[in-house]
């Protein structure tokens, strides 16, 4: 019956295309095309829809193609709804919250021939809810495309609803024009509407599609109907279904039909500003105008970190990102690809008199089409600024000013002064386009002749009183003086003081009216009148209301954070007490001549920031009176440096929640016999600082769950006060007692009852706990922060986590116990419990428990294996030897050891593993267990030798050793040989002990001595021919080994030869040397003259022999043996007389002469008997 477009995939390639030629990139969030067999479930997510009758109606998928709903034979509303919060991202319910704009294509269709005249009771209506409040579409509040209503010219139109689609009373038109009316009632449409949530911007798109079938509503709905519409109604509310309805009456055959519903959220680049344009009026060239603001959102920006650069138009117009630094530029810097809320600020500076104008832009962030806003303001012609001339003078006075003249309408007055002068309004001034403060002395202005009104009209900057001067508005002669505002958007600022006096009953007026009044300086009401609401008048960050005045009205106004409301001048009557339900920033109470109690009734109930109590003189203010029930929130500190504050009187109930700090130096705090307390409500931590001052009455103080209170070395006290700290609170103290449930010791030292909650947390800083009750001692979370140590006053059973801050824990006679679900944390050398530890296990896992003792850190881990129950294990260590009777060949680390116990459990085995650090094992480590007084040796399974697993009973544990394998001694090798010969010092070259130590001794021989008998590679000192056997004992604990090594300090032989024949040289007759070699066991002659003691030399040389003793040692002896044995000499011829006969007896010497013969060396003569040789 109709042409359509079937197929998800179809649909959503489509809707990409719309979204691409109509907003650029965009995130398809949710789309259903009902093509299927029924209605749930459905779409793109697929989300679960559901099906709601209050008539006779039904709703049904028509040809597996598009919704139907149905209506019957009673008259009643049928709709089908679903969960916003099943479309994807970036989409949320709460719209003004999506980062981009937010499109809704879709189809719709009443077959009805006949308009329909809406949503009341047998009427006929039609609607797509985009977002609604709940899933009833009969009741709260939301957002559709209706058809059907009062109007003349039925058309479709977008709607916002407030109490249910099922009146037309309750539907308040958005966008509405005939356009929309299609050609006949029954003909097929398609939708189009798109949201700004920058701008909370609407627009509605309409296309007829004829009588016949639909067309793509994602493509070619460009018709769009009147214009863009703001509307924020519920845009900030989480808005949480969407669906289809159909309001029908009883006549046969009635549907509403629907289809191709899709929602997308754009991701292009995207910004948004507040507002479209700001004007400035009037403003003196060259100066300042007070500053306007606006904010910006954006989306999508690219890169995803940068800089959103700002721009004014021209020199006539300044930017600011922080108002406080001007520049024709700024940046406003982001990160995420977005920014919420910036603000912008901008200022009116025109060079010169005249119209300016201009358009502010916005570059970066890869943004293609920003947004501009414009900018227009006049600079003053310098005859329209008139600044007062003279000291003490009428305003009437044309000499007054310059140029001379009195300021006649549009004019822009300024006061210049330094001295303090006094202005008469001696007339009823021209309306100004502003007021100007600038000097450094104060302008008193006063009415002469009647009341007198300064109004000032300007879309700028009016009243401007900057932050050096002082203006009073003062009555006179029954007469007031008024500033008031006339026409819109009178920007305002007193950055100075003003002060609203009176005289004689007439009185100084500012009225806040028309303008946007800031005040950053001091606003003081000394008795005169302010007329302002929380629109018109905002006291910034540094901005003071002083109401200086007895009786009367604290101003209306917004008061941002950091602003300051005081009251002075309260004498006996309180001011109007419907002037204190304000929300204020911080409200100070210092009414010195205070004389009459004055109450508040219980109107003042919100402080953001800080209440301070200063005085009150001698009589007391009462924030309540009898039977009233009123509660103060108290955002930041309370401080009472004086004055007497009573919360109630003998009824009612009055309390005050503090998030800050709370601080007493003086005064008195109380309550009346009602109910109320003070409530300690902060997510952060709380002071707790009492100096001075007197808490009395049955005040009751309380930490509230979540709370954290630090009570320093404070004490909370109070005759009959009462404390309580509930589950989830926490309290901290640095007192040295800690806390106590009665007497005059610790932090809280209340006279009434005192409740320490078994669900709190507590953290201590002084040196002790103390001994306040919790019930079955448990506390949440204990914490330990004093560097020098805590010591525990009473048992804990910590819940939650033991947090280990800083020092160590000592229990003494008590114990921490941690139950299964509990923890804990920051344990270190210096951080530990020295005492008695618990945890407790409901199941087979891993604990380790930090303790320690006498400085030493040694924790435990224990680890259950097996478990049946619930098992309290106790730990403590001792720095002691572990009693009891070692194992043989077992040695013991005596300087530790650790008590370890369990309650509750059975069927259990575990694994033990200590701390070892610091000890030197001898052996093979094993884990002793003194069980019952019987010392057994458990074996280690871990590389660090401290882990024993399997264990099946408790009892004291210490580390040792199995000495009997690592015990062993090698006194080295035997030096007997000939190494020793003629030493009477060795090496010697026993094992070094790899546990326990080593020891020589001399076991036979004398005369010797070590040199380090502790010294496996001593020398050993001895008398050299002497043997020793020396010993080498190694000694482990209980555990022992030696070993023998003999020594020889062999002596040397004496060798020597024997000359048996007499002579050692040999000659033709001597041929032969007879020797014998003696002192040795052996011999050994060089020159092959052989291994025997004998031996015979015939040839000459030096003949050596090597005797060797019996041990091998050596000596040796040389003979040199030489030769003659040269042929006899030949002699030549003598020469000499023959006949001697004539020269016998004659006394004459005869003489003979013989040559000489080859080789002789000497000559012997042989004469005859009786002849002499001379």
Same mark, same amino acid.
């Given at each position: 019956?109709?042409?359509?477009?079937?197929?998800?995939?179809?649909?959503?390639?489509?809707?990409?295309?719309?979204?691409?030629?109509?907003?650029?990139?965009?995130?398809?969030?949710?789309?259903?095309?009902?093509?299927?067999?029924?209605?749930?479930?459905?779409?793109?997510?697929? +989300?679960?829809?559901?099906?709601?009758?209050?008539?006779?109606?039904?709703?049904?998928?028509?040809?597996?193609?598009?919704?139907?709903?149905?209506?019957?034979?009673?008259?009643?509303?049928?709709?089908?709804?679903?969960?916003?919060?099943?479309?994807? =991202?970036?989409?949320?319910?709460?719209?003004?919250?999506?980062?981009?704009?937010?499109?809704?294509?879709?189809?719709?269709?009443?077959?009805?021939?006949?308009?329909?005249?809406?949503?009341?009771?047998?009427?006929?209506?039609?609607?797509?809810?985009?977002?609604?409040?709940?899933?009833?579409?009969?009741?709260?509040?939301?957002?559709?495309?209706?058809?059907?209503?009062?109007?003349?010219?039925?058309?479709?139109?977008?709607?916002?609803?407030?109490?249910?689609?099922?009146?037309? #009373?309750?539907?308040?038109?958005?966008?509405?024009?005939?356009?929309? !009316?299609?050609?006949?009632?029954?003909?097929?449409?398609?939708?189009?509407?798109?949201?700004?949530?920058?701008?909370?911007?609407?627009? &509605?798109?309409?296309?007829?599609?004829?009588?016949?079938?639909?067309?793509?509503?994602?493509?070619?709905?460009? $018709?769009?109907?009147?214009?863009?519409?703001?509307?924020?109604?519920?845009?900030? /509310? #989480?808005?949480?279904?969407?669906?289809?309805?159909?309001?029908?009456?009883?006549?046969?055959?009635?549907?509403?039909?629907?289809?191709?519903?899709?929602?997308?959220?754009?991701?292009?680049?995207?910004?948004?500003?507040?507002?479209?344009? &700001?004007?400035?009026?009037?403003?003196?060239?060259?100066?300042?105008?007070?500053?306007?603001?606006?904010?910006?959102?954006?989306?999508?920006?690219?890169?995803?970190?940068?800089?959103?650069?700002?721009?004014?138009?021209?020199?006539?117009?300044?930017?600011?990102?922080?108002?406080?630094?001007?520049?024709?530029?700024?940046?406003?810097?982001?990160?995420?690809?977005?920014?919420?809320?910036?603000?912008?600020?901008?200022?009116?500076?025109?060079?010169?008199?005249?119209?300016?104008?201009?358009?502010?832009?916005?570059?970066?962030?890869?943004?293609?089409?920003?947004?501009?806003?414009?900018?227009?303001?006049?600079?003053?012609?310098?005859?329209?600024?008139?600044?007062?001339?003279?000291?003490?003078?009428?305003?009437?006075?044309?000499?007054?000013?310059?140029?001379?003249?009195?300021?006649?309408?549009?004019?822009?007055?300024?006061?210049?002064?330094?001295?303090?002068?006094?202005?008469?309004?001696?007339?009823?001034?021209?309306?100004?386009?502003?007021?100007?403060?600038?000097?450094?002395?104060?302008?008193?202005?006063?009415?002469?002749?009647?009341?007198?009104?300064?109004?000032?009209?300007?879309?700028?900057?009016?009243?401007?009183?900057?932050?050096? =001067?002082?203006?009073?508005?003062?009555?006179?002669?029954?007469?007031?003086?008024?500033?008031?505002?006339?026409?819109?958007?009178?920007? =305002?600022?007193?950055?100075?003081?003003?002060?609203?006096?009176?005289?004689?009953?007439?009185?100084?007026?500012?009225?806040?009216?028309?303008?946007?009044?800031?005040?950053?300086?001091?606003?003081?009401?000394?008795?005169?009148?302010?007329?302002?609401?929380?629109?018109?008048?905002?006291?910034?960050?540094?901005?003071?209301?002083?109401?200086?005045?007895?009786?009367?009205?604290?101003?209306?106004?917004?008061?941002?954070?950091?602003?300051?409301?005081?009251?002075?001048?309260?004498?006996?009557?309180?001011?109007?007490?419907?002037? @204190?339900?304000?929300?204020? =920033?911080?409200?100070?109470?210092?009414?010195?001549?205070?004389?009459?109690?004055?109450?508040?009734?219980?109107? +003042?109930?919100?402080?953001?920031?800080?209440?301070?109590?200063?005085?009150?003189?001698?009589?007391?203010?009462?924030?309540?009176?009898?039977?009233?029930?009123?509660?103060?929130?108290?955002?930041?500190?309370?401080?009472?440096?004086?004055?007497?504050?009573?919360?109630?009187?003998?009824?009612?109930?009055?309390?005050?929640?503090?998030?800050?700090?709370?601080?007493?130096?003086?005064?008195?705090?109380?309550?009346?016999?009602? /109910?109320?307390?003070?409530?300690? /409500?902060?997510?952060?931590?709380?002071?707790?600082?009492?100096?001075?001052? $007197?808490?009395?009455?049955?005040?009751? @103080?309380?930490?509230?769950?979540?709370?954290?209170?630090?009570?320093?070395?404070?004490?909370?006290?109070?005759?009959?006060?009462?404390?309580?700290?509930?589950?989830?609170?926490?309290?901290?103290?640095?007192?040295?007692?800690?806390?106590?449930?009665?007497?005059?010791?610790?932090?809280?030292?209340?006279?009434?009852?005192?409740?320490?909650?078994?669900?709190?947390?507590?953290?201590?800083?002084?040196?002790?706990?103390?001994?306040?009750?919790?019930?079955?001692?448990?506390?949440?979370?204990?914490?330990?922060?004093?560097?020098?140590?805590?010591?525990?006053?009473?048992? @804990?059973?910590?819940?939650?986590?033991?947090?280990?801050?800083?020092?160590?824990?000592?229990?003494?006679?008590?114990?921490?116990?941690?139950?299964?679900?509990?923890?804990?944390?920051?344990?270190?050398?210096?951080?530990?419990?020295?005492?008695?530890?618990?945890?407790?296990?409901?199941?087979?896992?891993?604990?380790?428990?930090?303790?320690?003792?006498?400085?030493?850190?040694?924790?435990?881990?224990?680890?259950?294996?097996?478990?049946?129950?619930?098992?309290?294990?106790?730990?403590?260590?001792?720095?002691?030897?572990?009693?009891?009777?070692?194992?043989?060949?077992?040695?013991?680390?005596?300087?530790?050891?650790?008590?370890?116990?369990? $309650?509750?459990?059975?069927?259990?085995?575990?694994?033990?593993? &200590?701390?070892?650090?610091?000890?030197?094992?001898?052996?093979?480590?094993?884990?002793?267990?003194?069980?019952?007084?019987?010392?057994?040796?458990?074996?280690?399974?871990?590389?660090?030798?401290?882990?024993?697993?399997?264990?099946?009973?408790?009892?004291?544990?210490?580390?040792?050793?199995?000495?009997?394998? !690592?015990?062993?001694?090698?006194?080295?090798?035997?030096?007997?040989?000939?190494?020793?010969?003629?030493?009477?010092?060795?090496?010697?070259? !026993?094992?070094?002990?790899?546990?326990?130590?080593?020891?020589?001794?001399?076991?036979?021989?004398?005369?010797?001595?070590?040199?380090? #008998?502790?010294?496996?590679?001593?020398?050993?000192?001895?008398?050299?021919?002497?043997?020793?056997?020396?010993?080498?004992?190694? /000694?482990?604990?209980?555990?022992?080994?030696?070993?023998?090594?003999?020594?020889?300090?062999?002596?040397?032989?004496?060798?020597?030869?024997?000359?048996?024949?007499?002579?050692?040289?040999?000659?033709?007759?001597?041929?032969?040397?007879?020797?014998?070699?003696?002192?040795?066991?052996?011999?050994?002659?060089?020159?092959? &003259?052989?291994?025997?003691?004998?031996?015979?030399?015939?040839?000459?040389?030096?003949?050596?022999?090597?005797? $060797?003793?019996?041990?091998?040692?050596?000596?040796?002896?040389?003979?040199?043996?030489?030769?003659?044995?040269?042929?006899?000499?030949?002699?030549?011829?003598?020469?000499?007389?023959?006949?001697?006969?004539?020269?016998?007896?004659?006394?004459?010497?005869?003489?003979?002469?013989?040559?000489?013969?080859?080789?002789?060396?000497?000559?012997?003569?042989?004469?005859?008997?009786?002849?002499?040789?001379?």
């Amino acid at each position: 019956m109709t042409t359509r477009i079937h197929g998800s995939k179809v649909i959503l390639s489509m809707m990409i295309f719309c979204c691409l030629s109509i907003a650029g990139i965009a995130q398809t969030v949710f789309t259903d095309n009902f093509n299927r067999a029924s209605i749930s479930p459905g779409g793109t997510p697929s +989300l679960t829809l559901t099906s709601v009758n209050t008539g006779s109606g039904s709703s049904t998928i028509s040809g597996s193609s598009f919704l139907q709903i149905n209506n019957g034979g009673s008259a009643g509303r049928s709709y089908v709804h679903g969960p916003l919060s099943g479309y994807d =991202s970036p989409f949320t319910g709460t719209l003004a919250n999506n980062q981009n704009i937010v499109t809704w294509t879709f189809n719709m269709r009443y077959n009805r021939t006949t308009v329909p005249s809406g949503f009341d009771n047998g009427n006929y209506g039609t609607a797509v809810v985009l977002a609604a409040s709940t899933s009833t579409f009969t009741n709260g509040n939301g957002y559709a495309v209706v058809y059907g209503g009062t109007e003349a010219t039925k058309r479709y139109k977008l709607v916002s609803y407030s109490g249910g689609l099922d009146a037309n #009373a309750n539907i308040t038109d958005i966008v509405t024009n005939t356009a929309a !009316a299609p050609a006949n009632p029954n003909n097929y449409v398609s939708i189009r509407v798109t949201y700004n949530p920058g701008t909370n911007t609407w627009a &509605l798109y309409f296309r007829d599609d004829g009588n016949s079938a639909w067309s793509d509503p994602s493509t070619g709905v460009n $018709t769009q109907i009147g214009s863009n519409t703001v509307n924020s109604t519920y845009t900030g /509310t #989480a808005l949480t279904n969407f669906g289809y309805l159909f309001n029908y009456s009883t006549a046969g055959g009635q549907n509403a039909q629907f289809d191709n519903f899709s929602v997308s959220v754009s991701t292009d680049p995207y910004l948004s500003a507040s507002v479209s344009s &700001l004007a400035f009026g009037n403003q003196i060239p060259l100066t300042n105008s007070v500053a306007q603001t606006f904010t910006i959102n954006a989306a999508n920006l690219s890169p995803a970190t940068g800089n959103i650069t700002v721009d004014a138009p021209n020199a006539d117009f300044e930017v600011s990102n922080d108002g406080s630094s001007w520049f024709s530029s700024t940046s406003i810097g982001y990160s995420g690809g977005s920014i919420s809320g910036a603000t912008v600020y901008v200022r009116f500076t025109p060079q010169s008199a005249g119209a300016k104008s201009g358009n502010l832009t916005f570059t970066g962030g890869s943004l293609s089409s920003p947004p501009t806003v414009a900018l227009t303001g006049t600079g003053q012609a310098a005859a329209n600024i008139k600044t007062w001339n003279v000291n003490n003078g009428n305003w009437n006075t044309a000499g007054s000013w310059t140029p001379s003249g009195v300021p006649v309408a549009g004019d822009i007055v300024r006061f210049n002064n330094s001295n303090n002068i006094t202005v008469t309004v001696n007339t009823n001034p021209a309306t100004l386009s502003g007021l100007q403060f600038l000097g450094s002395g104060t302008v008193t202005m006063q009415p002469g002749g009647g009341n007198r009104t300064i109004n000032i009209n300007n879309p700028g900057s009016g009243l401007n009183i900057s932050s050096s =001067s002082t203006v009073t508005l003062v009555g006179a002669g029954n007469n007031d003086v008024t500033i008031a505002f006339a026409g819109s958007g009178n920007y =305002s600022e007193i950055s100075g003081n003003l002060n609203l006096n009176i005289a004689s009953g007439d009185f100084g007026a500012l009225n806040t009216n028309n303008s946007n009044t800031t005040v950053t300086g001091t606003l003081t009401k000394n008795g005169g009148t302010l007329t302002s609401n929380a629109a018109n008048l905002v006291f910034a960050n540094g901005g003071t209301y002083v109401h200086a005045m007895n009786g009367g009205a604290i101003a209306t106004a917004t008061w941002q954070d950091g602003s300051t409301c005081r009251v002075t001048g309260v004498t006996t009557t309180v001011p109007t007490v419907a002037s @204190f339900a304000q929300s204020f =920033s911080n409200f100070e109470w210092d009414c010195t001549s205070q004389t009459s109690s004055v109450s508040l009734i219980g109107n +003042l109930t919100t402080i953001r920031n800080n209440f301070n109590m200063v005085s009150s003189g001698s009589a007391v203010l009462q924030m309540a009176i009898s039977g009233a029930i009123f509660t103060v929130s108290i955002g930041g500190n309370f401080t009472q440096s004086g004055g007497s504050l009573t919360l109630n009187t003998t009824s009612g109930s009055a309390t005050v929640n503090i998030n800050g700090n709370f601080t007493m130096s003086g005064g008195t705090l109380t309550r009346g016999s009602g /109910t109320g307390s003070i409530n300690f /409500t902060g997510t952060s931590v709380q002071q707790f600082s009492k100096s001075g001052g $007197t808490i009395s009455g049955s005040m009751p @103080f309380t930490v509230k769950t979540g709370a954290t209170v630090d009570f320093g070395t404070s004490v909370l006290d109070g005759t009959s006060a009462t404390f309580t700290s509930e589950s989830g609170s926490t309290l901290i103290t640095s007192n040295n007692a800690g806390f106590s449930s009665s007497g005059n010791s610790g932090s809280i030292q209340v006279g009434g009852t005192r409740i320490y909650n078994n669900a709190g947390s507590y953290e201590f800083r002084g040196s002790n706990t103390g001994t306040f009750t919790t019930t079955s001692n448990q506390v949440a979370n204990l914490t330990f922060n004093r560097s020098a140590g805590v010591t525990i006053d009473r048992d @804990f059973t910590v819940t939650g986590t033991l947090n280990l801050q800083d020092g160590i824990v000592t229990t003494g006679a008590n114990a921490i116990t941690v139950n299964a679900s509990g923890n804990i944390s920051n344990a270190s050398s210096s951080n530990y419990i020295n005492g008695r530890l618990n945890q407790v296990y409901n199941s087979t896992s891993s604990k380790t428990f930090p303790i320690g003792k006498g400085g030493n850190y040694r924790p435990v881990t224990l680890e259950y294996l097996t478990l049946t129950g619930t098992s309290t294990v106790s730990t403590e260590q001792f720095e002691s030897a572990l009693p009891g009777t070692l194992p043989a060949n077992t040695n013991l680390f005596t300087d530790r050891h650790w008590d370890v116990s369990q $309650t509750g459990g059975s069927a259990f085995t575990y694994r033990l593993t &200590l701390d070892a650090n610091g000890y030197t094992p001898n052996g093979d480590v094993v884990i002793l267990r003194n069980q019952s007084g019987t010392v057994t040796s458990n074996p280690t399974t871990t590389p660090n030798y401290t882990n024993s697993s399997g264990l099946n009973a408790f009892g004291l544990f210490a580390l040792g050793s199995d000495c009997a394998a !690592a015990t062993t001694a090698n006194a080295g090798p035997d030096q007997t040989d000939a190494l020793t010969c003629g030493l009477s010092s060795v090496t010697l070259a !026993a094992n070094t002990p790899t546990y326990g130590t080593g020891a020589w001794s001399i076991i036979s021989g004398t005369g010797g001595s070590f040199v380090d #008998a502790s010294d496996p590679a001593t020398n050993f000192n001895g008398v050299n021919g002497n043997a020793y056997t020396l010993r080498w004992t190694v /000694t482990n604990g209980n555990c022992s080994a030696f070993d023998d090594v003999d020594i020889t300090l062999n002596a040397n032989p004496v060798a020597g030869i024997t000359n048996n024949s007499g002579f050692t040289e040999l000659t033709c007759t001597n041929t032969s040397v007879s020797v014998t070699a003696t002192g040795g066991a052996t011999y050994s002659w060089d020159n092959g &003259l052989g291994n025997n003691a004998n031996a015979s030399i015939t040839t000459p040389g030096t003949y050596t022999v090597t005797v $060797t003793s019996a041990a091998g040692c050596t000596d040796t002896e040389s003979i040199v043996i030489t030769q003659n044995i040269t042929p006899p000499a030949v002699p030549g011829a003598i020469t000499g007389p023959l006949d001697v006969c004539p020269h016998v007896n004659t006394g004459i010497p005869i003489t003979y002469t013989s040559s000489p013969a080859a080789g002789a060396v000497s000559y012997v003569w042989a004469v005859p008997p009786g002849a002499t040789i001379q």
